[in-house]
């Protein structure tokens, strides 16, 4: 267990509408991620973060913006949700040893109407 | 990042020997081939990871022929928990960009 939560688990929100779906860590890992899985096209990466304030795009960023002002929180922001960002996202830690093995959190199901 | 192809999916019955192979033609000489395994409603989980030849852990094992051009993850005695989406990823460590397709959804039979 990474120590990795995700709130909120369920979330559901009107088109337009700003969404932040946060993920908290405890044990102080550098990297930090956020995915979102979908029917048909597995796990797929929006941003990253290698450090407080270091971020970075991934494959499916637009839409999408992320912060991260300490260690253990990462968080992800819909500025304006659209139908099309219902999905489930899923954070993950990486602890940057040898191996570089991401730690999931539980997911977030968000749908938006 | 180097490109990644798999079964879309797998059946097997519950004692079986399981083996799951990915191809990645165009590894680079600093890739490392991973391995999670996603069960419904959560997140994947890390099972191996290796460079070459042989490697084992206490949940599966990973082969590795010596071109790397491809990868076969081997699960022994497969029981009804192991049924899950098994995803192989190739890349350098410390890569973040990381792409996970879509796996291979392995359903274990009684």
């Known amino acids: 267990d990474a120590g990795i939560t995700q709130s909120p688990r369920h979330k559901v929100t009107e088109t337009g509408t700003p969404v932040t779906l946060r993920c908290h860590q405890t044990?102080?890992?550098?990297?930090m991620y956020w995915y979102r899985q979908d029917p048909g096209h597995g796990l797929r990466l929006i941003h990253y973060s290698y450090g407080v304030k270091d971020t970075d795009k991934g494959e499916v960023s637009d839409g999408y913006s992320v912060s991260r002002s300490k260690t253990e929180d990462f968080l992800l922001t819909l500025e304006s949700a659209t139908s099309s960002q219902t999905s489930v996202y899923f954070c993950?830690?990486?602890?940057?040893?040898?191996?570089?093995?991401?730690?999931f959190g539980p997911g977030t199901r968000l749908t938006v109407t | 990042l180097a490109k990644t192809t798999q079964p879309i999916s797998m059946d097997s019955y519950e004692g079986q020997e399981v083996n799951i192979t990915c191809s990645h033609n165009n590894i680079a000489t600093n890739d490392y081939i991973t391995w999670y395994q996603q069960f419904p409603s959560q997140g994947p989980r890390f099972i191996i990871q290796?460079?070459?030849t042989k490697v084992t852990n206490e949940v599966a094992s990973l082969f590795i022929p010596a071109d790397r051009k491809s990868s076969t993850l081997s699960l022994p005695r497969v029981s009804l928990s192991d049924t899950a989406v098994y995803y192989c990823l190739v890349g350098e460590r410390g890569y973040q960009k990381v792409t996970f397709g879509t796996g291979t959804k392995l359903q274990v039979i009684p």
């Open positions: 993950a830690i990486s602890t940057g040893d040898a191996t570089y093995e991401q730690y």
């Open positions: 290796g460079y070459k």
């Open positions: 044990e102080n890992h550098r990297y």
